[in-house]
DNA sequence: CCGATTTTGTTCTCACGTTCACAAGCTCCT
DNA sequence: AGGAGCTTGTGAACGTGAGAACAAAATCGG
């Protein structure tokens, strides 16, 4: 099977040419810890203090700062101007990323309006809809266009990320469009499970999970062990036989 | 959190009144696909369908709804009505729950906006903004409140679940409001890290920190292995002694 | 110049999460 | 009725991540 895989016996993944994902994830949140900081006049932290602004352990800073380099001082800690600079490097953000945003909706228009992209390495170039109505429209200084132009903008613009703000219904579709006109990473709004190619990335954002899952701690503080439960199982079976009733019995 | 853990030292945590947060996390995800399914009028799917809408590996599906109980027939799959009541169960989301949204500002107004909500579990019953220009302004059936209200609010209609649009600067300060009123679950939109008392628990979502986890996945394909990558040590050390002359000399 | 003190970088261990693989169990066909 | 064919539920292997602990380096005071 993936035995022909075993490079190193030894060394357990060496730097090499990769950081843990989960560390990735912690990193924006340093520089933006970091560019605090650094706004407040302090010119060097301890993993203590940067773990503490970043609301992490300090060991997992360190380790997650490892990855990187050696980048601090021993007995001294970390020169935040120069930390901060290392991290904006590795994340590549320290020049601009074009981004468009596409379905300029109540979400589209609050991001659009959002002045916090820009000062965290991202240029959004275009806002793109598909509502004839929409299009013209200023937000800003920009000004909505016609999703139809989206080709020649990704080309002209050299952009690489696109935003999807779209209703769940055509969210695939517009997916697809951004794909083939080169974008090859995506932030997703819609609660949709997009597919996209190999080499192309994606995240999303979903307001109605996150809420869910607060909801499910929420339920366990209320309940603590009580919770009615309803019988687990009714002994032998009873699963396909009888529906429990609750939205009605489905035709098909 | 981390307290009642050494109960039993041999079984690997039997299903007891726990299921892996990573598992949390995913369900509010199948509910979602099995009402995708239902209105589709399936009323049966195996774990191979239900992975393929949810954008799950099948084992890890499989899994996942073993945590809940044994609500599967073999042989023939799930039957989707009765799996998407029990998930919802599990999850909380069977009646409705109260949620308060703090700054109505852009994000705010576009949540207000959203309807999404109101069919997933949830009921916003106020929103609420420190501005006295914005406040009795109508959205949708909604008017936008006194943020003093809040205390009120909270107990009038058991409020538990408070989210947080408000610019940075006051976000934390909104957030021991809330906690103090009585609120348990925070989302948070504001790009800081909250600190809350145990017992309250907190999610964020942070655009900035998606777009940039996207930037450095792209920084590495468009480099691969290139990337100018810096003297990464200079052999000695160096750290310390030259700042790297980014902000110039803080005052510290 | 040396030792005390501080703080990093790293190693080790444990816990958690993912995936494979397959026995158990169900339905349907002959 | 019995076997063939599916699909679930789960044990076990594997991989990743978190945290404790400590040796290695740097500063500072004497
Ligand atoms: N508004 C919120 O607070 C909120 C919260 C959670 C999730 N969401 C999700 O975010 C998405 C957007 O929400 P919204 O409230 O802004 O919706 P919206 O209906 O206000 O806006 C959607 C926009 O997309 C445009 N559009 C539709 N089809 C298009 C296409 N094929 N190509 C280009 N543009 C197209 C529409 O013209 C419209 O302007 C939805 O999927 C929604 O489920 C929104
Ligand atoms: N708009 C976006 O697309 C976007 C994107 C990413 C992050 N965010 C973050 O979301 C938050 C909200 O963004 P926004 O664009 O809606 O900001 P905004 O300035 O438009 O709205 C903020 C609202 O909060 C209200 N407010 C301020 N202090 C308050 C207080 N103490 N109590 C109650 N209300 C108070 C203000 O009156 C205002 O209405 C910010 O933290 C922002 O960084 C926004």
Redo the contacts with the bound molecule.
């Keep these: 099977?993936?035995r022909a895989?075993?490079r190193r016996p030894g060394p357990?993944?060496r730097t090499e040419r990769g950081i843990?994902?989960?560390?990735v994830a912690?990193l924006p949140v340093y520089l933006r810890a970091l560019t605090a900081l650094s706004d407040s006049g302090i010119a060097t932290?301890?993993?203590?203090?940067?773990a503490t602004a970043a609301g992490?352990?300090?060991?997992?800073l360190?380790?997650?700062?490892?990855y990187l380099?050696?980048?601090?001082?021993?007995?001294?800690?970390?020169d935040v101007e120069y930390l901060r600079y290392q991290i904006a490097r590795e994340i590549g953000v320290t020049q601009d990323w074009a981004v468009v945003i596409v379905g300029i909706g109540n979400l589209g228009h609050a991001l659009a309006n959002y002045s916090g992209f820009g000062t965290r390495g991202f240029r959004i170039v275009a806002l793109l809809d598909a509502d004839p109505a929409l299009v013209g429209e200023r937000i800003g200084d920009m000004e909505v266009r016609d999703f139809a132009e989206l080709e020649h903008i990704v080309e002209t613009d050299r952009v690489s990320i696109g935003v999807i703000t779209t209703p769940a219904g055509p969210a695939q579709e517009v997916c697809d469009r951004l794909v083939a006109a080169g974008v090859t990473s995506i932030l997703n709004f819609a609660p949709v499970v997009l597919s996209v190619p190999d080499g192309v990335d994606i995240r999303k954002v979903d307001l109605s999970i996150e809420l869910q899952i607060l909801a499910y701690h929420e339920q366990r503080k209320s309940g603590e062990v009580a919770l009615p439960q309803v019988p687990e199982l009714p002994a032998?079976?009873g699963l396909?036989?009888d529906l429990p009733a609750v939205g009605g019995g489905v035709s098909a």
């Design positions: 099977m993936t895989s075993s357990p993944t843990p994902e989960a560390t912690r932290a301890s993993s203590e203090d940067l992490v352990n300090s060991a997992k360190r380790k997650d700062l490892s380099g050696s980048y601090g001082t021993r007995g001294v800690g970390y032998t079976n396909a036989p």
